[in-house]
């Protein structure tokens, strides 16, 4: 079998995932093999969610020898689009995982679906049924009572075989009829209360075009599919946990028939990923999109993967997260600093360090040369040698940053004041002498002169001892950078849940009648609007200056901005000669000292 992942992964900690693979490896049940799938839906673009089940499935079949297939579930033809799923493949490889050829869509099968669905109907254990969606779900019954059955439930074999194909040959209006499958109306499981399986939609396939009126179900859909690519081990979040026997039921009967080999697939369930500060409700994030609250399904405050890389996550770093977090199988919250740490870590190794200053206020030596130029050199990362260093050339005008100074300081402040010692950053001890001010009394300039005996890596420089140290940047060298400052999208660690409930408060399961080939959403409490949460400070835009080497470099280059934490080159604006930086995340998680997101 084809390797899954183009790095092998050293495999991480237990889970009981990998046991459950180890023990059929074992008992040699499906003799030997590993096949897992992916089967995202067309509709959307991939977030942070996805992500951990991409590695998971990904992850586990490389880990074993195996392949992981990806499917999409192409059922849905009104919300479908070749878009979303280009953004899909391209956001799998980014992550760093190759299907190889195991690339597949649901509706390759929806000739085999039909048939099989016939067959059903052949054994008495389908049936076409014509009430409305009103009557449907009345009839369903409750937790607590059972199901009654349609009128139409006891239609002859013949009939319902006609009626079918009728409805396939698109004689009947979207709702006419739809197939459901006979199982038991009084099962406490209300997904085996006869789950409707197809249903009538005239609209054209991105795929099929017109040839199908008819669409089949997420259930009887994905059971069937894992069948015919004899997938071995099928994980599903929770939310699916009821709907295992549904899977079960579907491919039993056909295997029975000769329809489909055994082995069957099992479905295994896992928690979902909770991430605080986030939604990754499709619903709520197309809402954050279409009511103009985020610029794009792209915007680098958003949970998306297309997202996520604008802000200049990396590949191995939601790798690490996804492996950090664990398989568990009860529902849990991730704080989002776990995430914001996987980064850091990953970055910490990796990004060169470079001088950006956000907030310029210019300083001035007046006893240095107005015309001098000396280069002072920095390393390109302290703790890796091998990078070199840099020259950061020095002039008699700098931009240094503005809270780098202050006429009145607090106790405890180490850096420029009157009368106050620092040292430049790589280079000399400087003093302040005073200052000048614009039309409205603000300080415009700062004055100070420097001791030519201090230049940092110089004999005797050392013994100059003073307790600040700032960063500067040439105003006759830096260049002009937009720096875009993002923060946590939202202000509270549970966007739309009431203030009271906690972190640990966990959003109850999601209904059981939910529709079979949609979203399953949790039903979140009514009491506020996840919108009315938006963290007001989530992106704020910096007029900057940035070292001269940082106006051309290629897109989603990385790099430390020494103080100020970790930037990516924007992948979409940044361009030659107009510089924008995103920041990943800042050098530490300032939110956890202030639960309210402050700086």
């Known amino acids: 079998m084809t390797a899954a992942v183009r790095q092998n992964p050293v495999p991480g900690a237990s889970n009981f995932l990998r046991q459950i693979i180890a023990e059929d490896n074992r008992t040699q049940k499906y003799g030997g093999r590993v096949v897992t799938r992916f089967p995202p839906e067309p509709n959307g673009y991939l977030h942070i969610g996805h992500a951990k089940s991409i590695c998971l499935n990904f992850g586990l079949a490389s880990e074993n020898g195996g392949v992981c297939h990806l499917r999409f579930d192409d059922t849905n033809p009104i919300k479908e689009d ?142 069937i599919s894992d069948a015919l690519e004899r997938i071995t081990h099928s994980f599903c979040t929770l939310e699916f946990q009821d709907h295992r026997p549904l899977y079960d039921w579907v491919i039993e009967r056909l295997a029975d028939a000769g329809l489909l080999p055994r082995p069957l697939p099992q479905q295994h369930e896992f928690a979902r990923l909770n991430l605080t500060y986030t939604v990754m409700s499709k619903r709520k994030l197309l809402e954050l999109v279409e009511g103009g609250h985020v610029h794009g399904w792209d915007d680098p405050r958003m949970p998306t993967l297309v997202g996520l890389r604008r802000r200049g996550y990396t590949p191995e770093s939601i790798r690490l997260f996804a492996e950090r977090i664990g398989v568990s199988k009860s529902d849990s919250w991730i704080d989002l600093s776990v995430l914001e740490d996987c980064l850091r870590d990953e970055l910490n190794e990796r990004a060169e360090r470079r001088i950006a200053v956000l907030d310029p206020i210019k300083l001035v030596i007046d006893n240095y040369p107005e015309d001098g130029v000396e280069d002072c050199l920095a390393p390109n990362h302290p703790q890796r040698p091998e990078l070199g260093s840099r020259a950061l050339p020095l002039t008699r005008e700098l931009w240094i940053e503005r809270d780098d100074f202050q006429e009145q300081p607090p106790k405890g402040y180490f850096r420029l004041s009157p009368g106050a010692e620092v040292r430049l950053r790589y280079g000399y001890v400087i003093r302040c002498v005073g200052v000048d001010r614009d039309a409205s009394g603000a300080v415009s300039v700062v004055h100070c002169t420097y001791d030519p005996s201090t230049r940092s890596g110089t004999p005797g420089a050392a013994a100059r001892k003073v307790k600040g140290n700032i960063h500067w940047l040439s105003v006759r060298h830096a260049e002009r950078a937009e720096v875009r400052l993002y923060d946590r999208l939202f202000a509270v660690p549970q966007p739309g849940r009431a203030r009271d409930e906690g972190v640990d408060a966990l959003p109850p399961r999601a209904a059981a009648d939910a529709s079979n080939d949609e979203e399953i959403h949790f039903d979140e409490p009514t009491e506020r609007n996840h919108l009315d949460d938006l963290n007001p400070d989530a992106k704020r835009v910096a007029q900057a200056y940035v070292e001269a080497a940082l106006a051309n470099v290629p897109s989603e280059a990385r790099y430390q901005f020494e103080r100020h934490g970790y930037f990516v080159a924007d992948c979409k604006e940044a361009a030659a000669g107009r510089p924008v930086y995103n920041r990943a995340v800042t050098l530490r998680d300032s939110w956890s000292k202030d639960p309210a997101g402050g700086r």
């Open 82 to 223: 070749v878009e979303y799923e280009d953004s899909i493949k391209a956001a799998v490889k980014w992550l760093g995982f190759d299907w190889g050829p195991h690339l597949y869509h649901a509706s390759d099968y929806f000739d085999r679906l039909y048939e099989f669905a016939r067959h059903l109907i052949k054994a008495g254990m389908a049936y076409v049924d014509s009430s409305s969606p009103d009557e449907m779900r009345a009839l369903r019954g409750t937790l607590t009572r059972p199901g009654q059955a349609s009128t139409y439930r006891d239609r002859s074999v013949a009939e319902n075989l006609d009626l079918f194909r009728r409805m396939k040959d698109g004689e009947y209006p979207d709702g006419a009829h739809v197939l459901r499958l006979k199982i038991d109306l009084a099962s406490p499981n209300i997904n085996l209360r006869d789950p409707t399986i197809y249903r009538i939609r005239h609209t054209t396939h991105h795929r099929t075009g017109d040839k199908w009126c008819v669409y089949p179900l997420y259930d009887y859909t994905h059971s």
